[in-house]
């Protein structure tokens, strides 16, 4: 049938469709094909394998009804909803915001749509898996760490493919892909110590309400006693003012450092706005300074701050295959891979000397 004869056709059926929308059935009659080519001409993952002539003859077909495909009622079809739940920290900070849409655009490239869910400190985890098992999504990702303690004994009670992103777990009970956070502070403690920092001190999150991240001073303080030497630890937690307060508490005090490691971009921005601006002292000349995390205001030339850097693009491909995988197998084993992070040298730290000793 021609496109002439399909839009001539359609001029007669139009009028028997009164208030209800065009079908998938309806199309196919015009067409003159099967219900099922229609499905397919509109389903992603039939693209490769549907005949021009035959998209084409849809397609028109479609376009002289005014049809649009149902998402729902296909889902209900495929027994899919084509729905990926995501748990996102109520601490949206940059890098989870560049991650959240890595994610996105790795399941939209696969057809799939997004959920997403805030998960607050302390907030009901449960009703929030609750909610997203009633929309019968696909798979659940979650990249929030303030539930990484609370989501094992969720998972027992649900079916839904589960993925954890940058978030640990004592004993893996579902498949996730994490930062090698040990491994990135390891090898910026040894490059700092390079540079001629000698007396160090590593500024935590144990003051946060989020999760603060063991592996990150472990293996920062595994390095620097590999070169012979230690930190001091000092509390707070994600936030500029706890960097700024740190700042206070250790240029007030005797013995101050001479270079500082934190686990969070926002803090070492604090750190080095108070150094500078209370204390009058001279980055990296007096005060070198690094963090975990590398963000857009990192690069700015007010901080050009030395940081680990995040495999961002690693981790959220390695999330969705992890997640397809099990969709596709719920029987297949768990899975936890770590992405190496990078360094990323600006001028927050001194350069290191040549001829440095180890």
């Keep these: 049938m021609s496109n002439k004869e399909t839009a001539s056709k359609s001029n007669d059926c139009a009028s028997a469709f009164g208030d209800r929308l065009p079908t998938s059935r309806d199309v196919a009659q015009l067409a003159g094909v099967s219900q099922s080519s229609v499905c397919r001409v509109f389903d992603t993952k039939w693209a490769d394998r549907i ?74 985890i449960e009703e929030v898996f609750n909610k997203l098992v009633e929309y019968r999504v696909d798979g659940i990702i979650v990249t929030a760490a303030a539930i990484s303690t609370r989501a ?18 004592n004993e893996p009970f579902c498949s996730s892909v994490v930062c090698d956070n040990y491994t990135g502070s390891r090898q910026m403690a040894h490059y700092l110590y390079k540079c001629g920092c000698r007396n160090f001190v590593y500024a935590s999150a144990a003051k946060s309400a989020y999760f603060d991240i063991p592996d990150r001073y472990r293996g920062f303080r595994d390095g620097l006693q590999e070169c012979g030497t230690d930190c001091r630890v000092v509390d707070g937690d994600y936030s500029y003012e706890a960097g700024k307060e740190v700042a206070r508490l250790l240029f007030t005090g005797s013995n101050p450092p001479d270079c500082i490691f934190t686990t969070s971009s926002k803090m070492a921005h604090g750190i080095m706005d108070s150094a500078r601006q209370e204390f009058g002292i001279s980055i990296p000349n007096q005060l070198s300074v690094a963090t975990y995390d590398d963000s857009f205001a990192t690069a700015l030339d007010s901080y050009q701050l030395t940081t680990i850097r995040q495999p961002s693009e690693a981790i959220a491909r390695t999330a969705v295959r992890l997640l397809c995988q099990e969709i596709d197998d719920p029987g297949c084993q768990i899975e936890t891979v770590y992405a190496p992070p990078s360094i990323t040298v600006r001028n927050s730290v001194r350069k290191p000397t040549t001829g440095q000793s180890e």
């Design 51 to 124: 005949s021009p002539k035959m998209r084409d003859r849809v397609l028109a077909a479609a376009n002289a009804l005014g049809y649009q495909p149902n998402a729902i009622a296909r889902s209900l079809t495929a027994q899919r909803s084509g729905i990926i739940g995501v748990i996102v920290s109520e601490y949206f900070n940059e890098f989870y915001f560049d991650l959240m849409r890595l994610i996105t655009n790795e399941l939209q490239a696969l057809g799939m749509r997004v959920m997403l869910f805030n998960a607050a400190p302390y907030s009901d």
């Design 152 to 169: 094992e004994p969720i998972r027992k009670t649900i079916s839904t493919p589960l993925v954890l992103v940058n978030i640990y777990a």
